[in-house]
């Protein structure tokens, strides 16, 4: 390299060095220093890592779930649903992303979690709040689940008010009517903060759009992203059934819950009933 070549390639460095000493750089715009210092063992166990770093991924893509979630019940209170639809295929394709993760917690074997488990304390997944507020804002609510926050005083009032809130089930119901469908008042003034029920005159609200699609398109594609959701959440939740099994058997979890066996009953409880059950009758 030619002495020219040389000053105009350390002119450069002196350049790159100077403007990241004044410019934001891509760790600092991330805070890698504090995510990747967050992986606190609690055992010397090899896989316990793979076990930390999957939960907090998935902790991470429910975040980004809330948060689209809720801009599509903005807009579908709004009775704009057009752009609920691309929010709501987003939402759809961060579930892919937690469903796969399952496949690699999978590769943890019985005696490996074993190995750490015990050390675990009373920490389990069912006390995961941002799963219990996709639930919520997807219309599965229960304000017993609520019970093993209320030592968590900010975090048990935040809860209480998302369950207050309507979801976008809810809000999916009151587009039909804005758009001139009937429904019966008792569905509209229902308490929110109670699982949601089935009832006929939504069943044939529903049905009225499936069978006018012309007429009701922006109607009809937001049902489509609904079931769409309601369906990935349901894969999810068997592949954590699944994979459960597959490590612990049908031992408790760890925060005391029953583990399988709470998690299949949960696989009955679907989400937007009357979009599934208006299939059987077109």
């Known amino acids: 390299m030619s002495k020219p070549d040389k000053d105009i390639n350390h002119g450069l460095e002196k350049n790159i060095q100077t403007d990241f000493q004044k410019a ?13 210092a967050s992986q606190h ?21 429910m975040k980004l779930i809330i948060h689209e979630l809720s801009a599509a019940i903005e807009y579908i209170r709004q009775n704009d649903l057009e752009p609920s639809f691309k929010t709501l295929s987003r ?12 496949t690699v917690l999978s590769t943890l074997t019985p005696s490996e979690y074993l190995e750490f488990r015990g050390k675990l304390g ?14 919520f ?29 309507p979801s976008i089930y809810d809000a999916a119901i009151h587009a039909l009517v804005a758009r001139g469908i009937h429904v ?26 499936y069978r006018n699609v012309d007429q009701y398109w922006d109607l ?36 005391g819950s029953s583990g399988v066996t709470y998690l299949k009953k949960v696989l009955d409880q679907h989400f937007f009933p009357e979009l599934w059950t208006i299939r059987t009758k077109l």
Do not use: C
């Open 91 to 102: 939402v759809s394709r961060i579930q892919q992303q937690l469903i796969q993760s399952w």
């Open 137 to 165: 804002a997807l219309g599965n609510k229960n304000i017993h689940t609520l019970a093993v926050y209320q030592h968590q005083t900010e975090l048990y009032e935040k809860m209480l008010k998302a369950l207050q809130k």
């Open 122 to 135: 009373q920490s389990s997944g069912f006390q995961s709040y941002q799963n219990r507020l996709i639930e």
């Open 41 to 61: 063992r609690v055992s010397d166990h090899h896989d316990e890592m793979l076990f930390i770093i999957i939960h907090q991924a998935s902790e991470l893509w």
């Open 24 to 36: 934001m750089s891509y760790g600092d715009y991330l805070h890698l220093d504090k995510i990747l």
């Open 220 to 255: 009809y594609e937001l049902a489509e992203k609904l079931v769409d959701i309601g369906h990935q959440q349901q894969i999810w939740r068997y592949h954590h059934m699944s994979t459960v099994e597959r490590i612990i058997g049908h031992k408790p979890g760890t925060g």
């Open 184 to 209: 019966d008042q008792e569905v509209l003034d229902r308490d929110l903060s109670k699982k949601y029920e089935p009832n006929q005159s939504v069943e044939e609200a529903w049905l009225k759009v």
